[in-house]
Every structure is written in structure tokens, then in C-alpha cells.
């Protein structure tokens, strides 16, 4: 059935643990607008910050804290083990109080996704860092962090996030080379600009930060979040219809837009919002896709524009150069009809006339969003098990879809 009506964009998950991270940088208040308060991995990072001393109040999509009251710099396995951006709170900790133990994280299981940038870049900076136990223990040298050229070997949202919290605070100037270019690293870096860092090449491969010797408190409204943008893009895009995606940035998601619209999907921005359509009556058509770093295709998306290509005209091949263990949807796609066949890091999707309704489990995040939309059009009852993954990441999932006309309940 096509999906008609307006969806509501949240702030972006991907923006706000990193800013929530961002308020040990100082002793002052931070206060947050378009925050998603309600998704499961935000009430994990709030659990840690409290267990750090923070005081934090939220109110619908607002979110204060203060980390005026942080008495210990110790981040224990028991929280840490549930989300892996939880080690952004290493570099924070370390710039402002001069040392931190932090366990290694947790998160979904779909890759290694090392933490060997995070520490080398911090060792560049002066810290001494030793593993532990399962912890990482770092010690900043006398005086405080120093400044330092840190060219990444690879590109990491993470890393590049963690060093440019870790320099704001920092002696001298630090150049982050071979940075990411997301934009929830720029959304970040504005607000630590409102903080008082001095911040420039937001947006490039080379970000300079010249530390400053405190931060005071800022207010920010976070980014739209572009995944979820994109998710319900694709929504519109399988069910045949016309979704108004509200308080969302076609401009984030240039990439994946421009494959929407070669499968014959109509997308534009009008005003804040962007409008996604589709003829019911027109089969999608196949496409290649290969994920990359920001600005490239989101392996975020990966996922979802899997399950659509499940119903294209002809074949779609998914190189994925991300993660090396994100193809755990194919069986449980496959299981409500899809013909797709695994080669190493690739995926060939041979559409099919249609999909089944099945009973089938959520691996990660994306890949329970995945099902989700094949469910939207397959053929019966589709029932998904573990949607625990789908709670961190997508706020009021079912309100938005059901606001559309879809079936769709929790149970």
C-alpha cells in the first residue's frame, strides 16, 4: 500500500552523542534543541554521563547537562559494552581533567571497528595510553594535551571526532589530515565554535584547531538526522508513494538522492522539507551502489536500499568498502523471497515480482529498518524479532509510519 502523508525528521542520533560527549569539554551548561531523547543508545549515553557525575534534564526534544559535577573519569564496561560511541568520551576526558579510563566499547556486531586511531592520535598529542583489562588508560602529560600534525591512514568519523574534542583544549594547534567530512562532524565542530574552540576546514579532509585554555556553555539545535531522512526515503520509494519529509537537508544525503532518482523516484527540496514520490504503477529500476565515506554513498543506507532493490526491474549490485560484516539482512531477506547472492564485500539483487511475509530477526540497526520496509510490501504478515536494535536509532518508528497509512504495530 502506498505510504502517503508527512513524517516528522528527529535530530540526528549520529550528531547528538558526539554533542552530549562534547558538554565534559566544559563546567557550564550546555543546552540542546532537536535532541532524540527517546532512542535507546541516547538513554545509554545519559546513563554514562550520570554514572561520570553530569546532571542532565530533558523536556520533549530539549536536553540540558552540566559537568560541573563530574567526580570520576572512569567509564565502566557495564555501560560502555551497550554502544560503542561511548569512546568518545576518552578524548573530553583527557583534555579537560588529564587523564581517563575508558573500557573498550560494545555496540552492533558488524564490524571490528578498531579503536587503534583513536589512541594513536592521542599518543601523537602527548598522552600516555596503556590497555588494561579491557580498559584504555590515558595520561595526559604535564601541562595538558599539545597540539600535533595527526595524519588518520584511513578515514574515521570516530577518531576525527574524538582528536577534535581532545584539541579544543589542547597547547598549541593540531591538524587533523585525512579528516572525515560528515556532517554530524560539522554539526559538532559548530557547536564547539559556540563554545568558544577555535575551528577551521569543517566540511574538508584538513580540519586545524587551535586550543584555547577552557570552554564556556553554548546552546545548539541538532542536525537533522540524514539516515533516518533517508530511510523513509526509501520507504516512499518501495511503497509507491508520496512522502513530505519534514526538517530534512537533501544536501546531506546528495549521494544517495541521486540513486533514488536513477531508480525513477522523484526527490526535491522544497523549503526545509523534502518531498520523495513515486508512480505506483512504475517498477523501480536496478543500480549499482558502492558505499564510501562522506561524501559518498552512507553505508548507513547500505541496508535499505537493499530491501528495495529486492522488488527493482532487472539487477542491482551493493559493494560494501565500509564494514566488513554488514550483509547479515541477506538471509532474512532472503527468507521473505529475495534472490540475492553474496561475494565477498558485493551483493547482486535480482529483483523479484514480489516479497513474503515471514518471521525474521534484526541483526543491527540498519538491517532491522531493512525488514521493516519489506514488510511494508510484502505480501501478508511480517513479523520482526530483537527490534530492540531498531529502538536506538529511529525515534516513534511506528507513530510515523502508521501516520502514513501503514499496518505496523509493536507487540
Known sequence: MPLRGEIPISGAKNAALKLMCASLLTDQSMHFENSPNTLRDMQSQTELLEYLGCTISHSHNAMAINARPIHTQTAPYDIVRKMRGSILVLGPLLARFGHAKVSLPGGCAIGTRPVDLH???????????????????????????????????????????????????????????NAAREPEIVDLGECLIKMGAKIDGLGTDTIRIEGVSSLNGAHHSIVPDRIETGTYMVAAAMTGGEILLKNARLEHLSAAAAHLTHTGVTVEQLGNDILVARTPDRRLKGIDIMTEPHPGFPTDLQAQFMAMLTLCEGAGLITETIFENRFMHVPELARMGADITVHGHSAIVRGVEKLTGAEVMATDLRASVALVLAGLVAEGETTI?????????????VEKLEGCGAIIKKV
Open 119 to 177: 589512541i594513536q592520535g592521542l599518543e601523537e598529542m602527548g598522552a600516555t595510553i596503556t590497555l588494561e583489562e579491557g580498559y584504555i588508560n590515558a595520561q595526559a602529560p604535564a601541562g595538558g594535551l599539545n597540539g600535533a600534525k595527526i595524519l588518520f591512514p584511513k578515514v574515521s568519523v570516530g577518531a576525527t571526532e574524538n582528536l577534535m574534542m581532545a584539541a579544543t583544549l589542547a597547547r598549541g594547534t593540531t591538524i587533523l589530515a
Open 385 to 397: 524479532n530483537r527490534i530492540y536494535h531498531l529502538e536506538r536509532g529511529y525515534e516513534r518508528i
